[in-house]
């Protein structure tokens, strides 16, 4: 999605490089639509970064002794978490069934997944 919306803003910079200088209506126009994506791309790549630092927080202070992090992973041998590919809400799962395994049953119980689908 964000490579699109850089696509997007290189024709739209190419777009606007192409309209006539007396057509400053549509030159305004395509110059806010070009900054409101710009932001954009600003706010994901701030979430990304953020998204990597609690990832990594995460991963150093979960409380096992199986911690693997060579060449930027960042691997628990002990509980099989890799808190740098697998989903948030894998991590999660994977965490609520190591610290609080009655927690984890009722979760993952049939009524549980019924209840949370309707
Ligand atoms: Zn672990």
């Avoid at 790549?45 to 979960?62: D, I, P, T, V, Y």
Wanted: aromatic content about 6%.
């Amino acid at each position: 999605m964000r490579e699109e919306i850089k696509d997007l803003i290189i024709k739209l910079k190419d777009a606007n490089h192409h309209i006539n200088s007396d057509n400053t209506h549509n030159e305004h126009g395509v110059n806010f639509i070009i900054e409101a994506l710009e932001s954009e791309i600003e706010k994901d790549a701030g979430l990304l970064s953020e998204n990597k630092k609690l990832r990594r927080l995460l991963w150093l202070s979960h409380g096992c002794q199986g911690l693997y992090g060579d060449d930027g992973e960042m691997q628990c041998n002990e509980c099989r978490i890799d808190f740098l590919r697998d989903s948030a809400d894998d991590i999660e799962l994977k965490i609520i069934k190591k610290k609080n395994p009655e927690y984890y049953k009722m979760l993952t119980s049939d009524q549980a997944i019924k209840e949370e689908s309707q």
